[in-house]
T-cell receptor
Framework: EPEVTQTPSHQVTQMGQEVILRCVPI?????FYWYRQILGQKVEFLVS????????KSEIFDDQFSVERPDGSNFTLKIRSTKLEDSAMYFC?????????????FGDGTRLSIL | GNSVTQMEGPVTLSEEAFLTINCTYT??????LFWYVQYPGEGLQLLLK?????DKGSNKGFEATYRKETTSFHLEKGSVQVSDSAVYFC??????????????FGTGTKLQVIP
């Protein structure tokens, strides 16, 4: 069964550094998402992406965050000048179509640790 | 706004016991409802879904019925196994458009099944 893959599984970065989290969505999917889960808290929506542009972003997704689909297969989340509070598990998801009935398929996540 | 409330965990059960994890929601519009499961060290996997009132989602022996009158979507399984030990997330999406739909998650309920 096709799956969403994320790399790396664990990223350790010094505060203030830039980090890029990578995702390969399921190949024929058209909608892409990033979520994050701070330890012990809810999974929170960050951003959705469709047709090479951001569809919606949450209040968490401020100017330090950006997303990109640099080619036909990858979908990246960049965090500039990381802060301690960016430490979390970051999940990428994709769905074939839009609409509320379409389930999103999630990757295994990247655990980001900011020192 | 949308929100999902789940029972606090961890829930500890003996093998073959009956499982119920309660989930209630508030939503604008008519939501679709989901249960996701996260096994240790893995990502979020869709367990089951229901898209309209009185629908019953089922998978791997788990069931949940969409109860619009009580705004609930409780997860049940008649006989749990050690391999069911995981964190279970109740979630929803709303909106009538065909576009992207962000998922709103509950806090997750950790299930521990002991032999």
């Amino acid at each position: 069964e096709p799956e969403v893959t994320q790399t790396p599984s664990h990223q350790v970065t010094q505060m203030g550094q830039e980090v890029i989290l990578r995702c390969v969505p399921i190949s024929n999917h058209l909608y892409f998402y990033w979520y994050r889960q701070i330890l012990g808290q809810k999974v929170e929506f960050l951003v959705s992406f469709y047709n090479n542009e951001i569809s919606e972003k949450s209040e968490i997704f401020d100017d330090q965050f950006s997303v990109e689909r640099p080619d036909g297969s990858n979908f990246t989340l960049k965090i500039r000048s990381t802060k301690l509070e960016d430490s979390a598990m970051y999940f990428c998801a994709s769905s074939l179509q839009g609409g509320k009935r379409q389930p999103q398929h999630f990757g295994d996540g990247t655990r980001l640790s900011i020192l | 706004g949308n929100s999902v409330t789940q029972m606090e965990g961890p829930v500890t059960l003996s093998e073959e016991a009956f499982l119920t994890i309660n989930c209630t929601y508030t939503a604008t519009g008519y939501p679709s409802l989901f249960w996701y499961v996260q096994y240790p060290g893995e990502g979020l996997q869709l367990l089951l879904k229901a898209t309209k009132a009185d629908d019953k989602g089922s998978n791997k022996g788990f069931e949940a019925t969409y109860r619009k009158e009580t705004t609930s979507f409780h997860l049940e399984k008649g006989s749990v196994q050690v391999s069911d030990s995981a964190v279970y997330f109740c979630a929803l999406t709303t909106g009538d458009s065909g576009g992207y739909q962000k998922v709103t998650f509950g806090t997750g309920t950790k299930l521990q099944v002991i032999p």
